[in-house]
């Protein structure tokens, strides 16, 4: 199933089981979003359920904090990633901090949907990857897929989650094909997971670069390096275990992310883990990331966004030490 498929499914699915859930966001009605995201499900719910939205974010956040204080668990969709940023004062200002200024005596169940991320060839505000902005910030849990059965299972979590959640989804990935189980969830929402094994450095990213990773790993080995891969999939809270003991095991570590590296999840994945395990760290942990400017234009994102072979130099890097 596609990635994008597969997300339309596990938004059917939460619809289906619980009638409090409902859609907002700009032409996500019968057009079924710019992605095709929620095709079909204006036309089986109607329009109360799945409302097409003026073009506002303050006001569509607002709204969904508004359903959520009323019982509704509002899924709110950001047409774009650098879109977000009109409605970012209602999402740390407001939905962050609500439960927290009620002494959780309310709960704020509203999630936002960020489709994020390079690699379609657009111009800027349409390529970003604003992650940080969000772990930074108390109260709010950020998720990030990295493949069809997990944008599955976990978009129905985080709708079914007391708290705010960030749903980011990696845009490159959504024509990605993979094998969904429908029947049983393998992980919680908030665990990593290793999704190759190896020996010498440990690789850690999240959402589309999870593949890239992947495809450095193919690589390395056939340079004889054997590269274990670990997908963070909750970027806040972070399951360390996972990273840990993969760590402790290869004594490396390279983190990779589209995002700039300044202030990033790969600035605190790298300095928790050297805190961490320290000891077992045979070279410093290094990243791998987007440089610190803003998104180039469409044709230069190939030299902005890392690619395998940017991994592999850090691999080297690492196994020189």
């Known amino acids: 199933m596609p990635f994008v498929k597969a997300l339309n499914a596990g938004l059917r699915k939460a619809m289906t089981d619980d009638e409090r859930v409902l859609m907002m966001g700009e032409d996500i009605g019968p057009l079924g979003g710019v992605f095709r995201v929620t095709e079909g499900l204006h036309a089986e719910f109607g329009e109360k359920r799945v409302l097409d ?3 506002a974010e303050s006001g569509i956040v607002g709204t969904a904090i508004g359903l959520a204080m009323g019982g509704y668990r509002p899924v709110v969709e950001i047409q774009f990633d650098g879109f977000v940023f009109p409605g970012f004062d209602q999402i740390t200002t407001q939905l ?7 002494e ?3 709960s704020l169940p509203v999630v936002i949907r960020i489709p994020y991320g390079g690699h379609i060839g657009a111009v800027e505000h349409h390529q970003e990857s604003p992650e940080a902005y969000f772990t930074h910030t108390p109260g709010l849990r950020v998720v990030s897929p990295s493949t069809p059965n997990d944008a599955y299972w976990m978009i129905q979590d985080a709708i079914g989650s007391s708290d705010p959640v960030i749903f980011l989804e990696p845009k490159s990935r959504y024509w990605q094909k993979g094998e969904v189980d429908a029947a049983e969830r393998a992980l919680s929402l908030h665990a990593s997971r290793v999704v190759r094994k190896g020996t010498d450095v440990t690789l850690v990213g999240h959402g589309a670069m999870v593949a890239t990773l992947l ?3 193919a690589l390395a080995e056939g340079e004889g390096v054997s590269c274990e891969v670990v997908d963070v999939r909750s970027l806040s ?5 996972p990273i ?9 570590m390279v983190y990779a992310q589209e995002a700039p590296g300044f202030t990033s999840l790969g600035s605190e994945v ?7 395990a320290f000891y077992s760290l045979e070279a410093p942990v290094l990243r791998v990331s987007g440089f610190d400017t803003p998104f180039p234009p469409a044709k230069l994102e190939g030299a902005y966004l890392p690619d395998a072979d940017r991994i592999l130099e850090a691999v080297d890097r690492a196994m020189a030490y």
């Open 104 to 106: 959780s005596r309310l």
């Open 237 to 241: 809270p972070v399951d360390y275990d």
């Open 215 to 217: 495809q450095a790993a």
């Open 53 to 55: 939205t003026p073009l």
């Open 244 to 252: 840990l003991t993969s760590v402790r095991s290869t004594g490396r």
């Open 270 to 276: 790298a300095a928790t883990v050297t805190e961490r």
């Open 96 to 102: 962050a901090k609500l439960t927290n200024r009620y």
